[in-house]
């Protein structure tokens, strides 16, 4: 007797809310953008289908792909500097919070966490005024140590002003891979620790044999978030620099690069097809990355249970 | 060599004081084991030896030396840790071979102690699995051979069988005694079952709230127990504990153990009513409740039948009888 399983509605109907605002706030606007990409207007203003041409334009137009690769190279640049500083000093500080010989360290915890609760506004602006040659401080504290040849005013150099302000942001979100560094400490059993203690593995040699191949995929979901975070970074270069993203564009990136031509600044009038090609290619880079981090990196990465 | 002196060692965690003047000597290839109930502070006073855990005031001593300030580490001590506390990143090899490679042992040797140890706990086939797939046995014999590995002058265990299951926990005590008998060393046990004390124990130390109760070979213990709290510890089941002016006897306390107790049909000198019976097969336990004594265990040997709310009625060997004062010390 083959009976039928009756239909278990009670899963749709669970899972509608969630898919359904997913759909709505997600799937909906990316699919819209993909689409947008693939039009643009002719002569008399009205909409056409163009194919890849949008991207075509973009990638072989000297004008647009000079930017475009201006923006990248700038983004690329940006994310390394995050890599090679903040999560490393993010790593630091989480093992030296850790130690159970640190007094306060409840206090630095919350001291270093609270930039990145901060809004990028706020953080954009008092450091544009903090590095001001003008009425800024850094110039007169440089001077009270002596150190007053080293001041340059770093937000208004070409040479310095990317890797500045994607010094200001690591200050500002170093807090999380910290936290999260921490956590994976935490949860660490004492007993292992004990046990390296036991077997003469201690100090920086327990960090390095023990505690960091028991972080690493918590250095992984890190490095991704980064990544991630990065490359669809826009507010503090917005806030520091304005859409123009001076110096001569030298602080330009893929977020505010899609912001003028999606909106328009000043003289260049806003164009959302181009703009939407854009976040195309801004989409398709990020989907490459993770991809990259899911099939190569995670797969190798090792979770472990205690 | 490996012996150890503990001289007045005391411990507080603030304002708790954990243990409370310890003095014990541990003396080369003996096995004694730190027996007690949960939370008297036998894994503290095992963490102070080890290193692990600062010493409040007190002396530990390894072979004369004083080692209060001594890193774990150059205590030359191996601990096996209840968890196991298996490095989860490394294979069973490199788990073994740590800290041999951190004290820049050549690579053969290491290769060869490792092998070695795995021989003689049989963990050849899985030198080069990860910790996750391994059984809770094999993991623990992994922590054992990670301790035999470093040739120690002393072994500390912690409740090591408590996350097995009953027969895995039989196999492996004998398998850890074997080891004590081949290897010669010296070795710390510390437990709160009172049969893996008795099983291993060379001399048990018994605490209760970070003192020393009686230290003493198991039989020692068992037929010379120095106060009610000794007495109630080791033997299985409980010792029986009577008031003793209720039987005529000059103590207030007077203990006697189940398997000493008989069934006198009809001329007894105490009668009580069958509570309840656990019939294990080779021995039966008879519950029984007295108005005057309270609950009163009774062991006999092979199967008994009895009926509950029956009546019996009891006899004993006055010569097997302990006797106790107010304060539960041994009187004679
Ligand atoms: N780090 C600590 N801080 C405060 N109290 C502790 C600490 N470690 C253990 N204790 C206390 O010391 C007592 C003995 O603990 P422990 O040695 O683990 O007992 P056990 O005999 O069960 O192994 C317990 O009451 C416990 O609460
Ligand atoms: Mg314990």
């Known amino acids: 007797m083959a009976q039928r399983k009756p239909v278990r509605w009670h899963i749709v109907v669970f899972l509608a809310p969630a898919v359904l605002v997913y759909t709505a706030l997600m799937i909906v606007p990316l699919f819209g953008t993909l689409n947008l990409s693939l039009f643009n207007l002719d002569e008399t203003k009205t909409r056409l289908f163009v194919g890849l041409a949008n991207f075509a334009t973009l990638f072989g137009d000297p004008r647009w792909s000079g930017a475009f690769w201006n923006a990248l190279a700038n983004n690329a640049w940006f994310f390394l500097v995050h890599m090679l500083v903040q999560n490393p000093v993010g790593i630091l500080l989480a093992a030296l919070l850790s130690s159970p010989r640190l007094r306060f360290s409840a206090f630095y915890r919350t001291a270093i966490f609270i930039p990145t609760i901060l809004s990028f506004v706020i953080v954009g602006f008092v450091w544009k005024l903090i590095l001001s040659p003008i009425w800024g401080i850094a110039p007169g504290m440089l001077d009270a140590v002596g150190l007053k040849s080293l001041f340059a005013p770093w937000l208004g150099k070409e040479e310095y002003a990317l890797t500045t302000l994607a010094l200001i942001s690591v200050w500002q979100f170093v807090g999380i891979p910290m936290m999260l560094i921490y956590a994976a400490l935490l949860s660490i059993p004492d007993e292992v620790i004990e046990a390296a203690e036991m077997d003469g593995v201690t100090g920086w040699s327990q960090f390095w044999k023990i505690k960091l191949p028991l972080i690493l995929p918590s250095i992984g979901i890190i490095s991704i978030l980064t990544f991630v975070g990065n490359f669809n970074a826009f507010d503090l270069i917005y806030v520091a620099q304005g859409a123009l993203a001076g110096p001569n564009f030298a602080t330009d990136i893929l977020g505010t690069f899609l912001y003028r031509t999606f909106f328009g600044f000043q003289l260049q009038l806003g164009d959302p097809h181009m703009g939407a090609t854009i976040a195309t290619a801004m989409f398709g880079i990020i989907l490459v990355g993770v991809c990259f981090y899911l099939f190569a990196i995670q797969t190798r990465l090792r979770r472990y249970q205690f | ?332």
């Open chain 2, 1 to 332: 060599m490996g012996t150890l002196n503990l001289t007045k060692v005391t411990k507080s965690f603030g304002a708790t004081d954990v243990i409370k003047g310890v003095d014990l000597t541990v003396n080369d290839g003996e096995f004694c084991v730190f027996v007690g109930p949960s939370g008297c502070g036998k894994s503290t006073l095992l963490r102070m030896i080890a290193g692990l855990e600062d010493v409040s005031s007190g002396d530990v001593m390894i072979d004369g030396r004083r080692v209060n300030d001594v890193a774990p580490a150059k205590r030359e001590i191996a601990m096996v840790f209840q968890s196991y506390a298996l490095y989860p990143h490394l294979t069973v090899r490199d788990n073994m071979g740590l800290a041999l490679k951190q004290a820049g042992v050549p690579k053969a040797e290491i290769a060869q102690a490792t092998d070695k140890a795995a021989a003689m706990l049989s963990l050849d086939a899985l030198m080069e699995r990860r910790p996750a797939e391994l059984s809770g046995g094999q993991r623990q014999r992994v922590a054992i051979g990670r301790a035999i590995v470093r040739r120690p002058k002393l072994f500390l265990f912690d409740e090591p069988l408590s996350n097995l299951d009953a027969a895995l926990r039989v196999q492996t005590r004998i398998e850890i005694a074997r080891l004590h008998r081949d290897l010669g060393a010296t070795m710390i046990y510390v437990t709160h079952d009172q049969v893996e004390a008795m099983t291993l124990a060379d001399r048990i130390v018994v605490l209760r709230a970070g003192r020393v109760e009686q230290v003493g070979a198991p039989m020692e213990l068992y037929n010379n127990p120095a106060n009610t709290f000794v007495a109630g510890f080791i033997g299985s089941p409980q010792m029986n504990f009577l008031n003793g002016e209720a039987l005529g006897l000059r103590a207030a306390t007077v203990g006697v153990r189940p398997e000493h107790l008989t069934l006198d049909r009809g001329a007894g000198k105490l009668v009580a009513k069958v509570s309840h019976l656990e019939k294990l097969g080779g021995e039966t336990l008879v519950y029984v409740v007295n108005p005057t004594h309270g609950l009163i265990t009774i062991r006999l040997f092979g199967e008994h039948e009895f009926a509950v709310d029956e009546e019996i009625s009891l006899n004993y060997d006055e010569n097997k009888l302990f006797f106790f004062d107010e304060d539960g010390q041994r009187l004679y």
